[in-house]
């Protein structure tokens, strides 16, 4: 065992990046993740012949650092410029020149690309972490266990906590601060249609309301052959409705979105699918860009909540847990 080994839980783009970064500078690195794939909320789902991007539906670059990324993802096809603005809650285009990408076969493709050459591991539900003399000890349902000098958790902020039961092994100042971010949940909605959708060009409605807060047309988008819709609630509506039954929320659903688009969506369905998103959006993050909760041996928690929010947020949060353990200025 030497200093350079890793374990990262959580294969979206946070833990992605960070394990590149380890990885090529020598690192040893296996990243977890209990998902059948890698991605989190960068997520695209088949329905029957559709495509659907069900969890974030874009991104945009504010920074320097994360615009050299998408730069390199442009050049090697991975992801494409989607738009330069939505309609708004009045179905009005609602441009402002600020590009908005997307990937090119989904959003899936982003995190496909970064795991690519990785020892990553889905399937893999962690459980517990540990110390065990001087070194990170982490067990998973399936019985595997794997030791590294340095951990990296970017799962939701909630989940990560959950794996230490030692109490010693998370100093008791870093858990009250973590125990301060809080997220919202959303439930998503993809619905196949028999024809055209009504979402007006260039394929998404940024409603940004309850109980409605997106409608995207994935063909529009440029990821579907066939026509179908995603479509978001609101926090609040998601929470109030997060157990109820699938039937019941589609049905809802599907009515509120055809009021916003003024068309009839319900009589128009071929099959449906919902997920529910429990850790959304990030409605009290944390402060910077990462947190590291000790060292010797370095325990490091990043992702989506920690800095500005967002699939930028969560990359640049993986980008600075890295910068860490590099020792690289942040």
């Known amino acids: 065992m030497n200093a350079g080994s890793c374990v990262v ?39 029957e012949n559709g495509t659907f991007d069900h ?13 050299s990324l998408v730069r390199r993802w442009l050049e090697s096809g991975v992801v494409e410029v989607w738009s330069r603005g939505f309609a708004d809650a009045g179905n009005r285009p609602n441009e402002d020149g600020h ?5 090119a076969g989904g959003m899936t493709s982003v ?7 990785l020892d990553v591991r889905t399937g893999e539900r962690v459980v517990e972490a540990r110390l065990r003399k001087g070194y990170w000890e982490v067990d998973a349902q399936s019985g595997s266990r794997l030791t590294a000098a340095a951990m990296v958790l970017t799962a939701p902020v909630p989940r990560s906590l959950a794996l230490f039961t030692d109490e010693p092994a998370l100093p008791e100042e870093a858990r009250r601060r973590l125990e301060e971010v809080s997220y919202s949940p959303c439930l998503a909605l993809m619905a196949l249609l028999d024809g055209p959708t009504g979402v007006p060009e260039p394929g998404g409605v940024q409603v940004k309301g309850e109980p409605l807060d997106w409608i995207g047309d994935n063909r529009r988008k440029g990821i579907s052959r066939a026509p179908g819709v995603t479509i978001h609630a609101g926090p609040e509506w998601s929470r109030a409705h997060f157990d109820a039954h699938e039937t019941e929320v589609a049905t809802s659903l599907l009515a509120f979105a055809g009021e916003q688009l003024r068309t009839d969506l319900t009589t128009r369905v071929i099959a449906t699918s919902l997920a529910r998103w429990r850790y959304s959006w990030v409605s009290r993050p944390f402060p910077g860009p990462c947190l590291v909760a000790r060292n010797e041996p370095t325990l490091v928690f990043a992702g989506d909540a ?25």
Request: glycine residues 18%; positive net charge; without cysteine.
């Open 306 to 330: 920690f800095g500005p929010s967002k699939v930028e947020g969560a990359a640049l949060s993986g980008l600075a847990a890295a910068d860490h353990l590099l020792g690289r200025p942040g």
């Open 111 to 117: 995190p496909e690309h970064l795991a690519r050459g």
């Open 55 to 67: 969890g974030a539906q874009f991104f945009t670059v504010r920074s320097e650092r994360f615009g």
């Open 9 to 47: 839980v959580g294969a979206g783009i946070s833990g992605l990046l960070a394990a590149r970064e380890l990885a090529t500078a020598g690192w040893r690195v296996v990243v977890l993740e209990k998902s059948r794939g890698v991605g989190g909320r960068m997520a695209t789902r088949r329905l």
């Open 99 to 103: 590009p908005r990408y997307r990937g």
